[in-house]
């Protein structure tokens, strides 16, 4: 198992970290345009190899994707991050292209890759994605609401007062400060709703703390968070490798599902050894079906932005 991340910033290198220390992939290519920055941080991470218990071999790159020929699984972090103050949508302009180049020299050196697209904004990237490469549409996956829900689940457990392990709860919709609908009717504590434990003040300041995460550390960090972007990347990297068969919200293009056509925005899908598996249609209240035509309207905006 062999996995390309393109980028070796903050979030690259955090994804690379934690695929590396949960031990699934025999090799993790890190590939940088920065001369030298990949290879540091590759071999920083190799010289805790021996300390944290794994065998995952780390390999940095500057700008030959020639190192990342077979690869199964490519992501790619690489863009502008966020500065304070910034939104997602205001990327575009640089990201698209270099998410438009990236994901050619991929599929040129791995033809039957599947890739993760991360850089923002998201739902956008992983259209242009769909728009400008030869791959399928099951092997071109938008990381956000996997993101997203671990940070819904971040504040439903602090407003429970109960450790994250009783919660459960997902976000689909864009991934936007704006576009983000939280689930907080299907979200639960030990299979008990949350709604049994919380008023709805609560589950409305709860989803709107949810919608500003990323915004929120933006102002704290200066920057883009990174860890738990990173884990999130990895949790889907190893639902793939492993053939898990494990539930993330995910943006994939969609035809018809969800009563929305021609866009990539995060539902819930099936991951495994062939990318996206199954699309799961989830009942949805008219409030919610509202605020994903709301989130949807919004992706579409930005999508008109490209110049494909």
């Known amino acids: 198992m062999k996995v390309t991340v393109v980028g070796a910033g903050a979030v690259g290198a955090s994804c690379a970290e934690y695929i590396a220390i949960k031990n699934f992939a025999s090799e993790v290519v890190l590939l940088d345009i920065k001369e030298g920055y990949a290879e540091g941080k590759a071999m920083d991470l190799m010289q805790t190899a021996s300390l944290n218990g794994f065998d995952t071999k780390i390999t940095g790159v500057t700008n030959d994707y020639s ?14 991050p966020r500065k304070p103050g910034m939104t997602r949508e205001e990327l575009i302009g640089i990201n698209a292209g270099i998410v438009k180049t990236v994901s050619a020299n991929l599929v040129e050196h791995s ?19 769909h728009k400008t490469t030869s791959l399928p549409k099951h092997k071109i996956i938008g990381m956000g609401g996997a993101l ?7 504040r439903l457990a602090e407003a429970l007062e109960a450790p994250i392990s009783d919660v459960d709860g997902m976000v689909i919709g864009g991934h936007s400060d704006t576009g983000m609908v939280p689930l907080t009717s299907h979200a639960t504590r030990n299979s008990i709703r949350v709604s049994e434990f919380l008023s709805d003040d609560r589950l409305e300041q709860v989803a709107a703390d949810t919608k500003v995460g990323g915004a929120t550390l933006t102002k704290l960090l200066g920057t883009s968070a990174w860890y738990a972007p990173g884990a999130a990347v990895s949790g889907l990297v190893q639902a793939i490798a492993c053939d898990q068969k494990k539930i993330f919200p995910c943006s994939t293009l969609l035809e018809g599902e969800y009563d929305l056509n021609d866009i990539c925005i995060g539902v819930p899908v099936v991951l495994g050894k062939n990318g996206i598996e199954k699309i799961v249609d989830i009942p949805l209240s008219d409030a919610e079906k509202a605020k994903m035509q709301e989130s949807a309207a919004g992706v579409k905006k930005t999508n008109g932005l490209l110049e494909l």
């Open 148 to 154: 997203d829900s671990a940070r819904f689940k971040y």
């Open 111 to 129: 033809p039957n890759v599947t890739l993760i697209i991360v850089s923002n904004p998201m739902d956008t990237m992983t259209y242009l994605v």
């Open 67 to 80: 190192k990342t020929a077979n690869s199964d699984i490519a992501v790619i972090t690489s863009g502008i």
